[in-house]
């Protein structure tokens, strides 16, 4: 199931898995990882976080953290726990994240993933995301997307 975060039970999974699953993909410099890392949970407090868990009161086994700016919905961090990776639950964050940005006007969604991590680009473009540019000063690959919103029947 998908639920918005809730900070005290979630916050310690997100974080670890931050640093377990996207920081040893990053290529920015050491000091900058640990700046970044000191500013998680105020970067976690902007946005919006959904949390990925078996079960509504149960703890969180992924998340995506994501910032509507304008029309733009930007994805800012995704990670789902290695035991659990491959069983839809990327997928169903962003599906969510997708359609919470539709129902507030955005009609494209834009997302980084470092260089060399395969899997994430690979998940990005089977989501239908493709690769607009490469940005050597921090080696990561730009993608977007255009949403499609859903008109209601009557």
Do not use: W
Not at 27 to 37: C, G, V, Y
Not at 51 to 56: D, R
Not at 118 to 126: A, I, L, N
């Amino acid at each position: 199931m998908i639920r918005y975060r809730r900070p005290k039970q979630d916050d310690p999974v997100i974080i670890r898995l931050i640093e377990t699953e996207l920081v040893p993909l990053s290529h920015l410099p050491k000091d900058e990882l640990m700046k970044i890392k000191k500013d998680l949970p105020k970067r976690l407090s902007g946005g919006v976080t959904l949390v990925a868990s078996k079960q509504y009161e149960s703890g969180a086994i992924g998340f995506v953290h994501f910032m509507l700016h304008g029309d733009l919905l930007y994805i800012d961090l995704m990670a789902v726990t290695p035991a659990e990776q491959g069983k839809r639950h990327g997928k169903m964050l962003m599906a969510h994240a997708e359609n919470f940005a539709c129902s507030r006007g955005c009609i494209r969604a834009k997302v980084m993933v470092d260089a060399g991590n395969e899997q994430g680009h690979s998940f990005y473009k089977k989501m239908g995301y493709y690769t607009v540019r490469f940005i050597p000063q921090t080696q990561c690959f730009e993608l977007e997307k255009m949403l499609f919103h859903r008109k209601a029947v009557y």
